[in-house]
């Protein structure tokens, strides 16, 4: 079974870089047809898709926040990372990290828990 | 990007009532419609995918239909664990998109 978990800081400074890793347990980061996303949820909001990259390090972003974004992959480590710079409040928000499933259908079949992450000086 | 349209936002029903969420998309996405059900506090959970197959361990009293722009999920029997929120997301554009939510209170 899959699970994917979260990490990182939970407050990051204004203007400065947020920096988030996933780890993926139970399968393999490199299984074809699987692209691992993150995706965001402001306080009391509706979830909004980030990005996601291949294990080939193949990536798309959402065209709103591709100028500050950074996906990146480590297959050694199965991890995947987001980097997100010049930060504002705007962008305090829990961050999950998903599993886009292999089927052209594209769904997300497995979540990470969530990490909260916090913009203020 | 494409948009997707829930409605309504919120519900208030009784267990054992049927319940229908509507999810519209500003065009065509043929079955690349997807819901997901979220819990206060939770990762959000794959419900239904393609626009009615069922997730591996999800009840049968959820149902989906639609194609084109206009889909539904619909609860046969809202039971108590079925109070939440439900959002549909789009994957015809390679640019994935979610719905607003609608959540499911209690009456």
């Known amino acids: 079974q899959v699970q994917l978990q979260e990490s990182g800081p939970g407050l990051v400074k204004p203007s400065q870089t947020l920096s988030l890793t996933c780890t993926v347990s139970?399968?393999?980061?490199?299984?074809?047809?699987?692209?691992w996303s993150w995706i965001r949820q402001h306080p009391g909001k509706g979830l909004e898709w980030i990005g996601y990259?291949?294990?080939?390090?193949?990536?798309y972003y959402n065209p709103s926040l591709k100028s500050r974004l950074t996906i990146s992959v480590d297959t050694s480590n199965s991890q995947f990372s987001l980097k997100l710079t010049s930060v504002t409040a705007a962008d305090s928000a829990v961050y999950f990290c998903?599993?886009?499933?292999?089927?052209?259908?594209?769904?997300?079949?497995?979540w990470g828990q969530g990490t909260t992450v916090t913009v203020s000086s | 990007d494409i948009q997707m349209t829930q409605s309504p936002s919120s519900l208030s029903a009784s267990v054992g009532d049927r319940v229908t969420i509507t999810c519209r998309a500003s065009?065509?996405?043929?079955?690349?419609l997807h819901w997901y059900q979220q819990k206060p506090g939770k990762a959000p959970k794959l419900l239904m995918f393609g626009t009615s197959s069922l997730q591996s361990g999800v009840p049968s009293r959820f149902s989906g239909s639609g194609s084109g722009t206009e889909f539904t999920l619909t609860i046969s029997s809202l039971q108590p664990e079925d109070f939440a929120t439900y959002y549909c997301q789009q994957s015809y554009s390679s640019a994935l998109t979610f719905g607003g939510g609608t959540t499911v209170e209690i009456k």
């Open positions: 990259i291949y294990y080939s390090g193949s990536t």
């Open positions: 998903a599993r886009r499933s292999q089927s052209i259908l594209s769904y997300l079949d497995v």
């Open positions: 139970g399968g393999s980061i490199s299984s074809d047809g699987h692209y």
């Open positions: 065009q065509s996405i043929s079955s690349y």
